[in-house]
């Protein structure tokens, strides 16, 4: 998936956006329990935490795909990739403006870790990294709390954040590296994660319905780098916090 996607999202949605000016329809915000659903986009990384001797750990082997790493380490940089979420929407209206929501969802979000070595023999910089590829499908549990404005016939802003559990279920098989050679090896991941989630987003009121827009960051409050993982790729980490920007909309 390319970054095109959540364009074209914003895309299709500015007909509905503008609309929201002139339509004075219901408000769904008028009970106090209702339901929904979100799809999105986002960008995925880590917040990288090296051992302080991380130059120290050296690979030389040839693996399967062609890969050659030989030397001494050099950096290790976390790279974004593109993923998508869907999922679905519970909000509870404690008051006119503050509401709690419970928008689990499903997100297929890859990262990436990009390895560079110096050659033994020359110690030069490393031209071609060895890329590690982390492959997560997250089961998403957020607990927010969403503050809003005041609303202006059928718009208000929002702004929201809380605290969020996710659940690895990639398949086994994706994370077996058993019989691999040294290249070949696997950066695996803890399957439970508790991270942060905050955001900003708007509210645009509909005869029937709600479509709310919304921009958030997520980053990881707990070290997601399994630690009985040890080859040449996990051992010279200490931490790996997963980060991911996205964009949801969510139809209430």
């Known amino acids: 998936m390319s970054l095109k996607f959540p364009i074209l999202l914003i895309i299709l949605c500015l007909p509905l956006i503008s609309m929201a000016q002139w339509n004075t329809g219901g408000d769904i ?3 106090a329990i209702h339901f929904g659903f979100q799809l999105g986009a986002n960008t995925n990384s880590f917040t990288v935490l090296k051992k302080p001797n991380f130059q120290d750990f050296t690979i030389n082997s040839a ?3 062609g890969d050659v790493a ?3 380490l050099q950096v290790v940089q976390a790279r974004f990739t593109t993923g998508f979420h869907l999922g679905l929407v519970a909000n509870l209206r404690l008051n006119d403006n503050l509401d709690f929501r419970f928008t689990p969802d499903v997100n297929f979000a ?3 870790l990009a390895y560079g070595y110096a050659t033994l023999a020359t110690n030069a910089k490393y031209k ?3 890329v590690k590829t982390i492959s997560s499908t997250y089961l998403d549990f957020p607990f927010l709390l969403k503050f809003k404005s005041d609303r202006k016939g059928n718009i208000r802003s929002y702004i929201i954040g809380g605290l969020q559990y996710s659940h690895d279920i990639v398949p086994k098989k994706k994370t077996d590296d058993t019989g691999l050679d040294a290249v070949d090896k696997l950066v695996k991941m803890n399957t439970d994660i508790i991270s942060y989630k905050v955001g900003v987003g708007v509210d645009f009121y509909y005869e029937y319905f709600k479509m709310s827009p919304e ?3 997520t980053n990881g409050l707990t070290n997601g780098l399994d630690r009985s993982n040890v080859n040449a790729f996990s051992n010279p980490l200490s931490r790996l ?3 991911a920007i ?3 909309l969510y139809f209430e």
């Open 29 to 31: 915000d008028a009970p």
């Open 63 to 65: 693996g399967r795909n």
């Open 70 to 72: 030989s030397g001494r």
């Open 110 to 112: 890859d990262r990436t």
């Open 128 to 130: 071609n990294p060895i």
């Open 215 to 217: 921009l958030s960051i």
């Open 241 to 243: 916090y997963p980060t």
């Open 246 to 248: 996205m964009f949801t």
